[in-house]
């Protein structure tokens, strides 16, 4: 029986396709186990109907993130000192790298200079190094810091940092894919940021060679 | 009754409320129309869905069949209402309260019933997946049990024991209620996400490190007679099955996991 | 849409984005000094009053503050800091006479740990006075304060995004200060040496702009920051 099958709630389970299955167990060598696993294999192709992916984003995006898992748990290997150096030879600062880990900056600084950190902030870190591998192999972007800073939108201060840190790493690796709509990936993020972001002022350089701040021509 | 808590950092990521009915036509353009006005203060974002079937048989060529599903979203993107050929269903990435949901089902119900009606219910669930991620794992995946109630680490615990590392497990309890109803859990570690974020859903995604499933779909399954589809009875067993829900979470998790984690924002 | 004082964050309750380090444990000494420093106990004078040492927060816009972009102007101007209770994010756009720190004393357990700063409680003190710093703001926190601040000096709400456009590359050039000091002192360098370095370094030219000035596009920061990084790490002591 398919994946589906075999949910304990009957046919599919309640509702979502977005649901993933368990992972299929792995099967002893040989006798009868085996011989059943080719049976449902063939028994699979026989009268079933499969969903497959029509929208070519969504299945891109669901592989880079399993791709985005697999790194991750690679990188989780090294050690705090090592994961946070890597993030910060590409670029980032300290403040960028807190936030896309999601803690404080004091908390970056003790881990660097060798406090233990926890589990889960090692792998938030070892993902953050992972998605910025990922990105820089996958979309050649070359300068991966300088990418995370950029607007995403013309006029408004959104970045993938904030993305990221808003919990919202699809839509950064959906920005990355080049083929993404800016203004729909904001939209994404925040339904009204148009008007969150509209400003009556700009920010110009004055005389002294400083930013300075004015209304807008109407 | 258990009473229903309330968490700032509740561990739940995708609730899913589905009636299914008698295979009916997909609505058409112009039901699909009169649906967008009846939800749109709730729903104002028309997101079909595009799905491709592959279908196979012996002897004969396989052929490949697309169909446009009507789906209707928040602006925000983490709460849908999908008008399948078998099903309604309304699923969120951003739980508030049973009673917020419930509400949504039920205007979703009523446009269905009143623009196209559908000839009986068959089956109505209530699926709560949520993935519970914790600052640390010590000791291996044995370390869940600081966390989630014992009940759920399965041989694991017995194999330490003897000394064997349990790298990966996976359970599943079915509780039978009477009446058709049923209560499935499935749990089990896991890495990754148990609901892909890659999908038309928004979802707060967080690293794709460990986490525990507890993934609590509480559902009703048409036996003897298959009611009408009405708003009353769809909702009267949405109440009903609801009602184990919040004390069979409650019962597998620990004390430590609510004040560790759950009640801390951060 | 209707434009009001802006909150931390959004509808959450969540302080800790104002902050970028307080207390002993988080504050970092050669950190250059900029507008939302706490400092206690500094000596002040309001006219015709006697002199008191308060608690303090720096106002001053950052580029107001070092007239030649790397020392200090004699009289910085700060607000005076006391108790005050927590402002729930919903109530932000009011209180416009005050910057609201919650949590700002975060190893006191009372209510006296959330505290306020007073634009109408203004003073000018030296830098020299300024030795006992408690805390820092975020770029959040100091584009907030300086929305506030704006507010009450003339009634006028700027958009914080705009004050996080022209105030980040102060912000930038005060981390990769910082980080330079850090490694510059931890070879053996000292405050002086370092400041005095990484300061040349930033007025050194690179593609016919200052590295200074460069900060002001966001897309020169990082290739900036590794620049800084080797740069300051040619002060390390040899291993052997």
Request: proline share 7%.
């Amino acid at each position: 029986m398919s994946d589906e099958e075999t949910s304990p709630a009957g046919p599919r389970g309640t509702a979502s396709t977005d649901i993933t299955p368990p992972p299929k167990l792995p099967t002893s060598t040989g006798g009868p186990a085996a011989w059943s696993e080719l049976t449902e294999r063939a028994g699979h192709l026989n009268n079933r109907a499969q969903i497959l992916y029509n929208d070519t984003d969504d299945l891109h995006i669901d592989v880079i993130m399993q791709e985005w898992q697999s790194k991750s748990s690679d990188f989780v290997r090294q050690d705090m000192p090592t994961l946070l150096r890597r993030i910060a030879d590409l670029g980032f600062s300290w403040r960028g790298i807190a936030r896309l880990i999601g803690v404080s900056v004091p908390a970056v600084q003790k881990w660097r200079r060798g406090h233990a950190a926890t589990g889960q902030s090692r792998f938030n870190a070892a993902a953050v190094l992972a998605a910025s591998v990922l990105i820089e192999q996958h979309y050649l972007v070359q300068d991966v810091a300088s990418w995370f800073e950029a607007p995403i939108a013309f006029g408004c201060p959104v970045t993938a940092i904030d993305l990221y840190a808003a919990k919202k790493p699809q839509l950064v690796f959906r920005l990355a894919t080049g083929r993404a709509d800016p203004e729909q990936i904001m939209s994404a993020f925040d339904p009204d940021w148009r008007e969150t972001y509209r400003s009556d002022f700009e920010v110009f350089e004055s005389e002294d060679g400083g930013l300075s701040i004015r209304a807008k021509d109407r | 009754m258990v009473e229903r808590q309330r968490y700032s950092n509740a561990p739940v990521v995708l609730v899913a409320a589905e009636a299914r009915h008698p295979d009916a036509p997909l609505l058409s353009p112009g039901e699909q129309g009169e649906v967008k006005r009846l939800l749109a203060s709730n729903f104002p974002l028309p997101q079909p869905l595009q799905n491709t079937r592959l279908r196979a048989a012996v002897g004969a060529p396989p052929t490949v069949e697309h169909e446009i599903v009507p789906r209707f979203a928040t602006r925000d993107q983490t709460t849908a209402v999908t008008f399948g050929a078998q099903a309604v269903s309304v699923e969120t990435t951003k739980y508030e309260t049973f009673e917020h949901l419930s509400e949504l089902v039920r205007i979703s119900i009523e446009a269905r019933q009143k623009v196209a009606p559908v000839d009986g219910l068959m089956r109505l669930g209530l699926r709560y997946v949520n993935e519970i991620r914790v600052p640390d794992i010590c000791n291996g995946v044995i370390g869940w049990r600081e966390w989630i109630n014992a009940s759920l680490l399965g041989a694991a615990q017995v194999g330490t024991s003897l000394g064997l590392t349990a790298e990966q497990w996976q359970g599943a309890t079915v509780f039978n209620r009477g009446d058709g109803r049923q209560v499935a859990v499935q749990y089990g570690s896991r890495e990754g996400f148990a609901v892909m974020p890659g999908g038309p859903l928004q979802r707060s995604t967080p690293p794709p490190g460990p986490f525990f499933l507890l993934d609590i779909d509480s559902f009703w399954a048409a036996t003897v007679e298959v009611p009408e589809f009405t708003v009353e009875t769809v909702m009267n067993l949405c109440v009903d099955l609801h009602e184990p829900i919040s004390g069979l979470f409650e019962g597998l998790i620990t004390e430590r996991l609510r004040e560790e984690v759950l009640r801390n924002v951060r | 849409m209707t434009r009001n004082l802006e909150s931390p964050s959004g509808d959450l309750d969540d302080w800790d984005v104002l902050f970028l380090a307080r207390g002993d444990d988080e504050i970092v000494s050669h950190r250059p000094f900029l507008t939302g420093d706490v400092f206690e106990a500094v000596p002040v004078q309001a006219p015709r009053a006697d002199p008191q040492s308060k608690t303090v927060m720096v106002i001053q816009h950052p580029c107001a503050m070092r007239p030649d972009g790397v020392t200090l102007a004699e009289s910085i101007l700060v607000a005076e800091v006391h108790r005050f209770p927590v402002l729930s994010s919903d109530k932000w756009h009011t209180n416009g006479k005050l910057m609201p720190l919650p949590d700002l004393l975060a190893g006191v357990t009372s209510n006296r740990r959330h505290q306020a700063a007073f634009f109408d409680k203004t003073y000018h003190v030296h830098p020299m006075d300024l030795t006992n710093r408690i805390a820092c703001l975020s770029p959040r926190g100091v584009n907030l304060l300086l929305q506030r601040w704006v507010y009450h000096s003339s009634r006028v709400i700027v958009p914080t995004s705009d004050f996080d456009t022209a105030v980040s590359p102060v912000y930038e050039q005060a981390d990769i200060i910082e980080e330079w000091c850090d490694v510059a002192l931890a070879a053996g360098r000292t405050l002086d040496e370092a400041n005095s370095d990484v300061h040349a370094w930033l007025r050194d030219e690179d593609g016919g702009l200052t590295r200074e000035r460069a900060l002001q596009d966001p897309q020169r920061r990082a290739p900036i920051r590794r620049q800084a990084r080797v740069a300051a790490a040619k002060w390390q002591a040899p291993t052997s």
